[in-house]
């Protein structure tokens, strides 16, 4: 006889074996391992991305660069990029870590009741071999 409970609780099972793989993969992280690797991840695209700006910038600005070259202008743009890096990296970095803590809590949620349901089903099996063997 077909126990529909059990099919329910495979079926979610499967479902969540399929659907999160993120969660599963977060799983295997401790928090902070987790968060470190998300944060390096994060510095490095925002590095890409300030490098990209900058690139853009000096292009559109390319033609009054070339022509007004100047030692302590040089300078002053040099401190302007490297103060503007961190200003702007503090806040990404802030962000960066909020999402992935929440998001970290989101999965081991999900992972805590997945556990759950796989535990409930092997009490099921076990149920249905002591009725058997009795």
Known sequence: MINNDKVRLMTKIQLFENHEQDAL???RFFQRDYLGLHM?????????????VLAVVFLY?????L???DLTALIHVGRWIILSFFLLLIP??????IVYWFQYRRYRRKVRD???NLKQLNTYYKEETNQTAE
């Not at 390096?40 to 990209?52: E, T």
């Not at 600005?61 to 660069?65: A, T």
């Open 25 to 27: 993969k977060a799983d």
């Open 40 to 52: 390096i991840r994060s510095l490095l695209a925002y590095i890409v991305l300030f490098i990209l």
């Open 61 to 65: 600005n390319w033609e009054e660069l």
């Open 67 to 69: 022509t007004g070259i």
């Open 92 to 97: 990404s970095m802030i962000v960066s870590y």
């Open 114 to 116: 997945y556990v759950m």
